[in-house]
């Protein structure tokens, strides 16, 4: 069980430093490549960079599978205090692991050809990223949020059975309720931002606690 957790937090370590090179990436894309309502703009924005972008996408789905372990590792911490909770958390979580990497490989894979037909026709290539857009909006949404709700149960019970510390459980809290938020303002910057900021720190800071000696 030892390992199990200290591997989790090594993976959660991990898939930090992954999600904070992801933010950095989009942050260098430019909000054009974001624009919902704009799809020729956007298009646009990820045919010059698409290198980039491609990378971005490759990097998320990286941490999303890294995230695993991690989550493994959360759930196995929790079992015995809250077993319950601990299923709840494991695959609720693992359920939005894979909403985000198929969202990413998706958008990698069709992006592809949407972006070497544009250079064919223009306007319709625009029509299939809109396409292909709302699809992947709807895979990142079903990750956003069963994360979140994942993410949100585990602060919850680490909060009443001081599995960890307070802090990382009001980390996990927040950044639960910032990612369940993605479900009814998927398009706003603040929300989008303060989900993976705070994923971050939560993966980064629940990782460093999983590493250590379980508390008495």
């Given at each position: 069980?030892?390992?199990?957790?200290?591997?989790g937090?090594?993976?959660?370590?991990?898939?930090g430093?992954?999600?904070?090179?992801?933010?950095?990436m989009?942050?260098?894309?430019?909000?054009d490549?974001?624009?919902?309502?704009?799809?020729?703009?956007?298009?646009?924005?990820?045919?010059?960079?698409?290198g980039?972008?491609a990378?971005?996408?490759?990097?998320?789905?990286l941490?999303?599978?890294?995230?695993?372990?991690?989550?493994?590792g959360?759930?196995?911490?929790?079992?015995?205090a809250?077993?319950?909770?601990?299923?709840?958390v494991?695959?609720?979580t693992?359920?939005?692991l894979?909403?985000?990497?198929?969202?990413?490989?998706?958008?990698?894979?069709?992006?592809?050809?949407?972006v070497?037909?544009?250079?064919k026709d223009q306007?319709?290539a625009?029509?299939?990223?809109?396409?292909?857009?709302?699809?992947?909006?709807?895979?990142?949404?079903?990750?956003?949020?069963?994360?979140g709700?994942?993410?949100?149960?585990?602060?919850?019970?680490?909060?009443?059975?001081?599995?960890?510390?307070?802090?990382?459980?009001?980390?996990?809290?927040?950044?639960?309720v910032?990612g369940?938020?993605?479900?009814?303002?998927?398009?706003?910057?603040?929300?989008f931002?303060?989900?993976?900021?705070?994923?971050?720190?939560?993966?980064?800071?629940?990782?460093?606690?999983?590493?250590r000696?379980?508390?008495?």
């Amino acid at each position: 069980m030892d390992r199990v957790q200290r591997n989790g937090g090594t993976a959660g370590i991990v898939a930090g430093v992954l999600l904070f090179l992801v933010l950095i990436m989009i942050l260098s894309l430019g909000m054009d490549v974001m624009a919902p309502g704009d799809p020729a703009k956007s298009l646009a924005a990820v045919t010059q960079k698409w290198g980039l972008f491609a990378a971005t996408l490759i990097v998320g789905a990286l941490a999303a599978g890294v995230a695993i372990p991690f989550t493994v590792g959360i759930a196995t911490r929790l079992r015995d205090a809250a077993p319950t909770r601990a299923r709840t958390v494991l695959y609720v979580t693992l359920l939005g692991l894979g909403g985000y990497a198929l969202a990413s490989l998706m958008m990698f894979m069709g992006g592809r050809q949407v972006v070497e037909f544009a250079a064919k026709d223009q306007a319709a290539a625009a029509t299939a990223w809109l396409t292909l857009r709302a699809v992947n909006a709807g895979l990142d949404t079903l990750g956003s949020v069963f994360t979140g709700v994942g993410t949100l149960i585990a602060g919850w019970a680490i909060v009443s059975t001081r599995a960890m510390g307070s802090g990382v459980a009001w980390v996990g809290i927040a950044a639960g309720v910032m990612g369940i938020l993605a479900l009814f303002a998927p398009t706003a910057e603040i929300v989008f931002l303060g989900n993976i900021v705070l994923t971050i720190v939560w993966l980064i800071w629940a990782g460093a606690e999983l590493r250590r000696t379980k508390p008495a």
